[in-house]
């Protein structure tokens, strides 16, 4: 995680796959598993939540390689406690297993 970061604005997640079935996948939508939540109760206050895919580009735009693709949960998947979560821009295969940062924000309490 990184330092400057105030911890308490965001959690962890990791993103797993794409949302699919047996033959047919469906970029648009992500699952994320988000850490300490394991039932659909717990996963349904993070609906609406921001979440943000962080990586690093080899060229630099603006003076930084860091870039963020932005998404929000959208709804449970399951009863594990993950979720599905859509992107303004579809994350890429290369994601799989990569974390992501799941905001705090907007707020509903």
């Not at 659909?40 to 609906?47: D, G, P, S, V």
């Not at 949960?73 to 994601?95: D, E, I, M, Y």
Request: net charge positive; charged share 25%.
């Amino acid at each position: 995680m990184d330092r400057w970061v105030n911890t308490n604005s965001l959690c962890r997640g990791r993103h797993l796959s794409y949302q699919r079935s047996k033959r047919a996948v469906n970029p648009n939508t992500s699952l994320i598993k988000i850490d300490g939540v394991d039932s659909t109760e717990a996963a349904n206050f993070y609906l609406g939540k921001k979440v943000a895919f962080v990586y690093r580009a080899k060229r630099e735009v603006r003076g930084s390689n860091i870039r963020v693709i932005w998404g929000k949960v959208t709804r449970p998947h399951g009863n594990s406690g993950v979720v599905r979560a859509q992107f303004r821009h579809n994350l890429p295969p290369k994601s799989f297993g990569a974390t992501v940062r799941v905001m705090l924000y907007p707020s509903n309490i």
